[in-house]
């Protein structure tokens, strides 16, 4: 299982990964974040609540995609926390700088090919059945 989260969600998942049985986590094979500190004015107060995320690295691979102008340093320092690679949502792909070095690891150029999945819009119930996107998967680790 790939877990795709946006915005709140995003620190939500970081904390449900410290929290939880490492039984829980077995099946999850990366997770991609994508802007992690967009909230929008509903989620206001859970954000404020659960801001920091955790700060322990995720027991999984992971990509947090941000746009480079909107709150970075925050965005970084969170994904050097949780081990994940930052990528510039305006170009996120293998070749961009991130706030690794070096190559990026097999799981994360295949958490890369998830971006896609996050900027579709979701179809209505009915007809979503018809219109799930093919995407890649992840070799299990050990």
Known sequence: MVILARGVACLAIAWWAQLSPRSYLRSVR????????????????????????????????????NDASFRIGEVLH?????????VEKAGASAGQPSNRNGR??????GLLAYLDVLDRTVPAPQSHAAQVPEVPVLAPQD
């Not at 969170?78 to 930052?86: P, V």
């Open 78 to 86: 969170l994904a050097d926390k949780w081990g994940s690679r930052f």
């Open 30 to 65: 990366g997770a991609v974040f994508d802007s992690p500190l967009a909230v929008d004015m509903s989620q206001v107060a859970v954000a404020a609540a659960i801001r920091s995320g955790p700060a322990y690295r995720l027991p999984f691979p992971s990509i947090v995609v």
């Open 104 to 109: 990026f690891t097999d799981a994360e150029e």
